[in-house]
């Protein structure tokens, strides 16, 4: 049986010309390997260089187009762009009203209310439908910092997402695509983070529909199951693809973005997610060169079983020593200290879990670090780590979602964790099993080297760990004392998963968290 495709909806204005709406809306869609259908809102008279007139389509020829595949081609989600006018928005408001009593419907507003010209495509009614009426029921609102500004003041970005979320959109990315700088950055807001997406700025001539394909593409990625924060991640990716050097124009302005439907294998298009409300200055560093990170990669909370295990033959071990409830500082330190000393080998790679001030302070110089560390640190504590990193400590990263890669790539790390691969017991998270499909997918596509991590029982499920490219594998419960496999077994089928045929990586990684119905 043939799987198929997503089915969107964008309800936007047809460009005569062929560069931006319901044109660019199509390519986007192809590229994501969704089904569009596409609904003309409004038909324009414009060509590469300005838009000269607008027309809006009468309501009840719009409302007779989405009767029509209400009836036969539901929508997984639908992308709004221009729209004409206020009868033409709650034409789209009752549609959108009407199917969520069926099934849940993300809803992705682009509110195109100006054209790159300068010619504005709105006037106060419409704006106030905007934000009374359509912005309410969006699921992400994908403005530009100047259609921003139109809907809620001029002020910073950071402010501007605040304010559209107030009106009770679901999440906002403000596109920054059009303004200056080495960087295209954008200002995400949504339930699982607030950060810039960033992107080094391509020298393109064909960025005619930028945001008309940015908002399509993140469509694309809710109706494939993503949600916001890696939806937006995809539809950035998507975008800046289709951004060309030596693409021709057919006019005499700028040529149409052309997206390209291998865009999600693309390492080069990952962007950086920064925290922060300042903007990055600099795309960050490649990662150092190659890490002593390798093959069976221990875990334990105690030194002297570290130190066990490295005599075993294990090259990585990592020790995770939780600090006691009211344990005072002099307490803690000596008893990590105690555990350092026991699990130290000279030629061992040995990572503390968790707590990087303390691995300098005992000598140790790599660290491991869960992204909910990075997101518990102050923007001084930000800083201080970096200028760690600087000195020589070394990092490892944990990673559960593409917007938590994009945020280890602005990190730089020595090695990226992909995980769980399989359901796990170690600890309580939200996030499904990764699978071997994302984890061949994050080895092609991360910016340092992979380890996989997450309910690893078997030999056998290291080994296909290895398969996959990882350079490590993460072994936890099956390490323990007393468990059935020693380090010699599990060194073995980390071997034997090298020499075997690779487990290559899917055409698109899988989401790993259930979304919210809208």
Request: net charge negative; glycine share 10%.
């Amino acid at each position: 049986m043939s799987h198929k495709p997503p089915i969107i909806w964008s309800i936007a204005g047809l460009d005569s010309g062929g560069g931006a709406g319901l044109s660019a809306d199509q390519r986007a869609a192809d590229a994501a390997g969704v089904h569009l259908c596409p609904v003309a809102a409004a038909l324009t008279a414009q060509n590469s260089v300005a838009v000269e007139a607008v027309f809006p389509v009468p309501p009840e020829q719009l409302d007779a187009q989405l009767a029509a595949l209400a009836s036969d081609l539901p929508p997984a989600a639908i992308k709004t762009g221009l729209l004409g006018g206020v009868e033409q928005l709650r034409v789209v408001t009752q549609w959108v009203d009407r199917l969520r009593e069926r099934a849940p419907v993300a809803l992705v507003v682009d509110p195109v209310l100006r054209a790159s010209t300068g010619a504005s495509l709105a006037d106060d009614a419409l704006l106030n439908a905007y934000r009374e009426e359509l912005l309410p029921r969006a699921s992400v609102v994908t403005p530009n910092r100047r259609e921003a500004s139109r809907l809620v003041g001029e002020a910073g970005v950071a402010a501007q997402a605040r304010a559209l979320l107030a009106l009770d959109a679901g999440a906002v990315c403000i596109t920054g695509g059009d303004e200056a700088g080495p960087l295209a950055l954008d200002w995400l807001a949504c339930e699982h983070v607030t950060a810039w997406l960033a992107l080094p700025r391509r020298d393109a001539h064909n960025n005619h529909g930028t945001g008309c394909t940015f908002a399509t593409g993140l469509a694309a990625a809710l109706a494939r199951g993503f949600v916001a924060a890696d939806a937006a991640v995809i539809a950035k990716m998507l975008t800046t693809s289709g951004l060309r050097a030596d693409a021709q124009a057919s006019g005499g302005g700028a040529g149409p973005v052309l997206p390209q439907p291998g865009f999600i294998r693309d390492a080069g298009l990952l962007p950086a997610l920064f925290d922060g409300d300042a903007p990055p200055r600099a795309w960050p560093l490649p990662c150092r060169g190659p890490t002593s990170v390798d093959g069976v990669y221990g875990i334990t909370d105690s030194g002297p079983h570290a130190g066990q295990l490295f005599d075993a033959g294990l090259q990585t071990v990592q020790l995770r020593v939780k600090r006691r409830v009211a344990e005072d500082e002099a307490g803690w330190q000596t008893r990590l200290h105690a555990h350092v000393a026991a699990a130290r080998r000279p030629r061992g790679t040995l990572i503390l879990n968790d707590h990087w001030r303390e691995a300098l302070a005992v000598g140790v110089d790599f660290i491991h670090l869960g992204q909910e560390d990075l997101l518990a640190l102050s923007a001084s504590e930000r800083r201080e780590l970096a200028e760690a990193r600087e000195r020589g400590l070394r990092l490892g990263l944990s990673s559960h979602s593409l917007w938590e890669l994009a945020r280890a790539k602005a990190w730089s790390p020595d090695y990226i964790a992909c995980g769980p691969i399989w359901p796990t017991l170690t600890k309580a998270m939200p996030w499904w099993p990764q699978g071997l499909g994302n984890l061949a997918w994050w080895v092609a596509m991360a910016p340092a080297p992979v380890v996989g991590i997450g309910g690893v029982s078997e030999p056998s499920q290291l080994a296909e760990i290895a398969a996959c490219g990882a350079r490590a594998g993460c072994v936890v419960r099956g390490l323990a004392r007393g468990t059935a496999h020693g380090p010699q077994a599990w060194q073995q089928a980390w071997a034997e998963g090298r020499d075997a045929a690779p487990i290559a990586a899917p055409s698109w990684p899988s989401a790993t968290l259930p979304v919210n119905p809208w």
